[in-house]
């Protein structure tokens, strides 16, 4: 039972572009929702997360949207570079354990 | 300080082996959660750890045990080794359970052959 959809499972952009990633989820006792950047050979590190009482979140080049009646959040990566090629996981929050997303491999050309 | 570490950092077993995998959490951290990472996939949840007891288990076979040390060090041992279990093994600490954040340990890459 998959309860974090992921999507796209890989995404190509130039630098400079906007890379979007979104997510849906299926528990509404979810109520965290990290975004996690993973770079090969290390582990997930934690790159933004919001949590259901608000309906965006920015960081720097990172912003969360989350629509909870929909069920659904996204990444939005302003500017992408290349330094931000790596793979995103979406997870979602219950119960203190997250359950994680497919992951998106995310590819930013110079 | 130091983050999570984890040891051994590679590792190659042979089917019906067993394992143990090494954890130290951030300085302070009591609780840590074990995950299993499967080659292209988001990581699973195995175990989570606080205060040396066990708070939750996902959906794994008994094979796969841990525990946690006073010094809130842990272990995960998985007995019976199949093919399967060939993955990148990752432990994550936290400060306290709930919804604190995770902060991950390069993980272990466990091969099965």
């Known amino acids: 039972q998959q309860q974090v959809k992921q999507s796209p499972q890989s995404l190509i952009v130039q630098k400079g572009g906007i890379s979007i990633i979104n997510c849906a989820y299926e528990?509404?006792?979810?109520?965290?929702f990290p975004w996690y950047q993973q770079f090969p050979g290390k582990g997930p590190a934690l790159l933004i997360a919001?949590?259901?009482?608000?309906s965006e979140k920015k960081e720097g080049r990172f912003t969360i949207s989350f629509n909870k009646s929909a069920k659904q959040f996204s990444l939005h990566i302003m500017d992408s570079q290349p330094g931000d090629s790596a793979t995103y996981f979406c997870?979602?929050?219950?119960?203190?354990?997250?359950?994680f997303g497919r992951g998106t491999s995310l590819i930013v050309h110079p | 300080d130091a983050g999570v570490t984890q040891s051994p950092t590679h590792l190659i077993k042979t089917r019906g082996q067993h394992v143990t995998l090494r954890c130290s959490p951030i300085?302070?951290?009591?609780?840590v959660s074990w995950y299993q990472q499967v080659l292209g996939q988001g990581p699973q949840f195995i175990f989570q750890?606080?205060?040396?007891?066990?708070?939750g288990r996902g959906n794994f076979p008994d094979r796969f045990s841990a525990r946690q040390f006073p010094n809130y060090s842990s272990e995960l041992n998985v007995n019976a080794l199949l093919l399967g279990d060939s993955a990148l093994y990752l432990c994550?600490?936290?400060?306290?359970?709930?919804?604190?954040?995770?902060?991950f340990g390069p993980g272990t890459r466990l091969t099965v052959l």
């Open positions: 750890y606080y205060e040396k007891e066990e708070r």
């Open positions: 997870a979602a929050g219950g119960s203190y354990i997250p359950t």
């Open positions: 528990n509404t006792a979810f109520d965290y």
């Open positions: 300085s302070g951290h009591k609780s």
């Open positions: 919001i949590r259901p009482d608000v």
């Open positions: 994550a600490s936290s400060l306290v359970r709930g919804k604190d954040t995770q902060y």
